[in-house]
């Protein structure tokens, strides 16, 4: 395949499977972070991803009353991206490498979705944002779990709160010191070097 058209189909790829990730794993952080259920844009995951979350619930265990059938299928979705980038890089990869590679590639995105809904929250906060809107008391309640922690270490400093500032530096630095070289050695493993 022509250079061009590969890198169109792996933006493609990597645009489709990211989707169908992030409505899986907000769809969990809502049900972890127990999002007002009635929320429009809470109705909206549970819609959209009721058909495949629901038959799973009877295999798949619950963590604090919130199901885990969502995790697995956006690792589902996190494996068949890593197949098809590899394929279309011309390598058939190792399962178990694939595998690896699929759980690197899933906690960064789980990493990089939360890391933007906390720099979101923190810049609503700096702006009078009409609570009214459903996504922002959304965006609140899903980064509320990481930031209760820090507020109860981190004091106020003339009235600032850097808690998200502290969140962020710690996701960058979990990206850095572990995924990536989760990623590197699933990569090596998939390429069985």
Same mark, same amino acid.
């Given at each position: ?6 890198? =169109? ?34 109705? #909206?995951? #549970?819609?959209?991803? /009721?058909?495949?979350?629901? %038959? ?6 619950? *963590?604090?009353? =919130?199901?885990?059938?969502?995790? $697995? ?5 996190? *494996? ?10 011309? *390598? $058939? ?10 759980? =690197? ?21 700096? #702006?009078?944002?009409?609570?009214? /809107? ?14 209760? %922690?820090?507020?109860? *270490?981190? %004091? ?7 808690? %998200? ?24 493993? =998939?390429?069985?070097?």
């Amino acid at each position: 395949m022509s250079g061009y058209f590969a890198s =169109a189909a792996q933006i493609l790829i990597t645009f489709a499977f990211g989707a169908v990730m992030a409505l899986f794993v907000l769809r969990l952080l809502a049900e972890l972070a127990r999002v007002n259920f009635y929320n429009p844009i809470c109705q #909206f995951l #549970f819609r959209a991803t /009721h058909v495949l979350v629901t %038959p799973l619930r009877r295999f798949v265990p619950s *963590v604090r009353r =919130a199901s885990l059938a969502p995790l $697995l299928l956006a690792y589902v979705a996190a *494996v068949l991206k890593m197949l098809l980038l590899m394929l279309l890089a011309g *390598v $058939l990869p190792h399962v178990p490498g694939l595998l690896l590679l699929a759980v =690197a590639d899933l906690l960064d995105f789980v990493l990089v979705l939360y890391m933007g809904i906390i720099f979101a929250a923190a810049l609503m906060s700096m #702006f009078a944002m009409e609570d009214q /809107h459903p996504l922002v008391p959304f965006i609140n309640q899903i980064a509320a779990p990481a930031l209760r %922690p820090l507020r109860r *270490v981190v %004091p106020l400093l003339g009235g600032l709160d850097f808690s %998200p500032t502290i969140a962020i530096l710690l996701i960058l630095l979990a990206r850095v010191l572990l995924v990536q070289p989760l990623f590197d050695f699933a990569q090596r493993l =998939a390429l069985g070097i």
